[in-house]
C-alpha cells in the first residue's frame, strides 16, 4: 500500500479508547489485542484525551475501556451511539454510568463469574478476575438484555455483569467488569507474585504466579480465550444494521482446531531422535525441537535434513539461579552457538530448560530483545496448575501493567510427558496412566474442535517418548490425524498466526456475498467468517451465530 492509499483509505470501522491513567492493563493497544486475538483487525486505537469528534466519523463501532470521560466526551459517544453506532463500555465511571442511565453503587467484588449462555462455553460459568463494579440498571427502561454477574462460587450477586441498553438507531453494551484486565490476569497470573516462589521446586516457572489462582471449576476450559469469543460475540450484538463485521477464522486451511507439538532435547540420543521422529512422519506430524547449547546430538547435516522433512528447529537455554542476571548474556551465547552449529538463526519461538521464568513477564522482554517472537514456557504444572493454566490455548501478546503489549506471544504449553503421565516421580504431574492421558487430551481436542475454538500445545521429549511417553503421544497423533487436525510445529503456526493479523476485512453490506480474492487469503491458509442470517447446511456455528466460511 502506497502513502496515498493510507490517506485515501477509509478510517478503521472499530475505535478503541482508553483513560490516560495508571489502572493495570489499561492502554488501547491492550484491548485491541483482544480484537486481534478474534481475527478483527479493521481497528484503530486511540487515548481519551486525544478523542475529536472527527475521530468518530465514519466508525461503526466504539469500544471504551475502562473510564470516566469529560461530559463533553461522554455526550459525544451517546450521540455516536444515538445515531446508530455500536458502543461498548467496559466498567464505566461513575459520571459515564449515571449518563447512560444505570446507578452506580460505588461497590463491587473482586474476582467473580460470568454465566454465559453459549454453546461451547462451560456451565460453571467464566472466572471473572479483577474487580467488577455493581450498578443498577433496574430503573433504565432502556435496557433490553442482562446477563447476571455471579460470585466466585457461582452465586448470583443480584447485580449484573452484561447490560444492554438501545439508545436511538444504536445499541450500547455496558461490562460491569474489565475484559483486558481478565483476560491478561488469567493468562499470565497473580502480579503481586510476579518474582515470588511459590512452587516449592528449584528455579522460578510461569506456575509460581499462579498460587491460589486459577479457577478449579473451569480447569479444563480456555476461558480467557472464550472471554474474547464472547466479547467478539458483543461486538456483532452492537453492531450497525446495515453491514456485518467479516473476521478471519482461528486455525490455518479450515482447521477445527490444530495440536501444537513440541520436544525438548534435554540430552537425549539418536536413537531417541530417531524413535519420535519416525512417529511423527507415520501420522503427518511435525514438531518443534528445543535444542541444547551443550552437546546435543543434532549436528548440521542431519537438522538440514530434518527441516527438509518439516521439522523445526530451535534453542533450549539452561538458565539455573540467579536467572535473570544470567538470562540475556545466556541467551546471547546459546544463539551464537546455534548459528556457529547448524549455519543458521534458530526458529522465532523458545522454551527454556526446566521452563525457567523471572518477574512477571520480564523474560519476555528478554526474549524480544534477541528477536523472538514466540515463547512456550508457560507450562500448566501442579500443584499451582493443571490443564489450561494459563486459561488459554491461542497466543496472545505478553502485556505489561502499563497496558505496553511486548512483540512475543505467549504460546501456553498443557502437557507433557512428565507433567502429565505417572511413575517419574515428579510432585508436579497428574500421574495419569497413558489410557487417561490420551482420554483427556483427545477429549480436549474435539472440544476445542467444536464451538469452544481453541487449540492446544504439548511436549515430548525424544528421551521421554523413548522410554515411557509413547503410549500416551503416538494415539494422541494418531487420533489427530485420523480426524484431520494438523499437528504442526511452531515455526508454521506463527507463520499463519502473523499472516491472520495482517489482514485488515472491513464491514460488508448486509447480503451480500463479497469478493476477496485480491487479498489471496487461501495461500495464507486463512479462512474469513461472514456472519450469516440464518443456519443452514453451509454455514458454521460460532458461540451459537451462524457464518458463512469464505
Ligand atoms: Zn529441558
Known amino acids: 500500500m502506497n502513502q496515498s492509499e493510507i490517506r485515501n483509505s477509509p478510517p478503521a470501522s472499530i475505535l478503541v479508547l482508553a483513560a490516560n491513567t495508571d489502572r493495570w492493563f489499561s492502554s488501547p493497544e491492550a484491548y485491541a489485542e483482544l480484537l486481534y486475538l478474534e481475527g478483527i483487525n479493521d481497528v484503530e486505537t486511540a487515548y481519551l484525551d486525544a478523542l475529536t469528534p472527527a475521530m468518530l466519523e465514519g466508525r461503526s463501532l466504539v469500544l471504551l475501556g475502562a473510564a470516566d470521560p469529560e461530559p463533553e466526551v461522554v455526550q459525544w459517544l451517546i450521540d455516536f451511539a444515538y445515531h446508530g453506532g455500536g458502543l461498548i463500555c467496559c466498567a464505566p465511571g461513575e459520571a459515564l454510568a449515571a449518563a447512560l442511565g444505570l446507578a452506580p453503587l460505588n461497590q463491587g467484588v473482586m474476582h467473580g463469574r460470568l454465566p454465559v449462555a453459549l454453546a461451547g462455553f462451560p456451565e460453571a460459568g467464566l472466572p471473572l ?60 497470573g497473580n502480579p503481586l ?4 516462589r511459590s512452587s516449592g521446586f528449584e528455579r522460578m516457572r510461569p506456575s509460581d504466579l499462579f498460587e491460589g489462582w486459577q479457577d478449579e471449576r473451569t480447569a479444563d476450559w480456555p476461558t480467557a480465550d472464550l472471554h474474547g469469543h464472547f466479547l467478539r460475540e458483543l461486538i456483532h450484538r452492537v453492531w450497525p444494521e446495515d453491514t456485518v463485521l467479516p473476521w478471519l477464522w482461528y486455525f490455518p486451511d479450515r482447521a477445527d482446531t490444530v495440536l501444537i507439538f513440541t520436544s525438548d532435547d534435554d540430552w537425549s540420543t539418536r536413537v531417541h531422535f530417531e524413535q ?201 497423533i494418531q487420533f489427530a490425524q485420523a480426524h484431520s487436525i494438523p499437528v504442526c510445529d511452531v515455526e508454521r503456526f506463527s507463520r499463519f498466526w502473523q499472516a491472520r493479523r495482517a489482514v485488515r476485512l472491513q464491514p460488508v453490506p448486509k447480503d451480500t456475498m463479497p469478493d476477496f480474492s485480491h487479498l489471496n487469503l487461501a495461500e495464507q491458509g486463512l479462512s474469513v467468517m461472514l456472519p450469516a442470517a440464518r443456519t443452514d447446511a453451509g454455514t458454521r456455528m460460532v458461540c451459537g451465530r451462524p457464518y458463512v466460511m469464505v
Not at 433 to 446: A, F, M, N, S
Request: hydrophobic share 35%.
Open 193 to 196: 507474585l510476579a518474582g515470588c
Open 276 to 476: 519420535l521422529i519416525e512417529a511423527c512422519e507415520t501420522y503427518d506430524a511435525r514438531l518443534t525441537f528445543y535444542l541444547v547449547q551443550k552437546d546435543s546430538v543434532m549436528d548440521r547435516a542431519w537438522l538440514e535434513d530434518l527441516e527438509c522433512r518439516g521439522f523445526d528447529f530451535s534453542v533450549h537455554p539452561d538458565l539455573p539461579p540467579p536467572s535473570l542476571s544470567l538470562w540475556d548474556r545466556t541467551l546471547n551465547d546459546h544463539i551464537q552457538q546455534f548459528r556457529d552449529a547448524y549455519g543458521q538463526p534458530p526458529s522465532p519461538s523458545v522454551r527454556n530448560h526446566c521452563i525457567t521464568w523471572s518477574g512477571y513477564i520480564e523474560g519476555a522482554r528478554i526474549e524480544a530483545r534477541h528477536g523472538f517472537t514466540f515463547d512456550t514456557n508457560c507450562f500448566s504444572l501442579l500443584p499451582q496448575g493443571r490443564y489450561y493454566m494459563n486459561g488459554a490455548g491461542l497466543p496472545m501478546k505478553f502485556a505489561d501493567l502499563t497496558g505496553d503489549v511486548l512483540p512475543v506471544y505467549q504460546l501456553p504449553t498443557q502437557f507433557s510427558d512428565e507433567t502429565t503421565l505417572g511413575g517419574q516421580g515428579f510432585g508436579w504431574s497428574l500421574n495419569l496412566t497413558p489410557d487417561e492421558g490420551v482420554e483427556l487430551i483427545t477429549g480436549l481436542l474435539q472440544r476445542n474442535a467444536g464451538q469452544t475454538a481453541s487449540m492446544m500445545c504439548v511436549n515430548a521429549h525424544p528421551v521421554s517418548f523413548a522410554t515411557y511417553s509413547a503410549p500416551l503421544w503416538t494415539p494422541v
Open 129 to 188: 478476575k479483577g474487580w467488577i463494579q455493581h450498578y443498577s440498571g433496574a430503573e433504565n427502561e432502556d435496557h433490553t438484555d442482562t446477563i447476571p454477574l455471579h460470585d466466585f462460587d457461582g452465586r448470583p450477586t443480584g447485580h449484573p455483569a452484561v447490560i444492554e441498553l438501545a439508545e436511538g438507531n444504536g445499541v450500547i453494551i455496558v461490562l460491569a467488569y474489565d475484559p483486558a484486565q481478565c483476560v491478561y490476569l488469567l493468562r499470565q
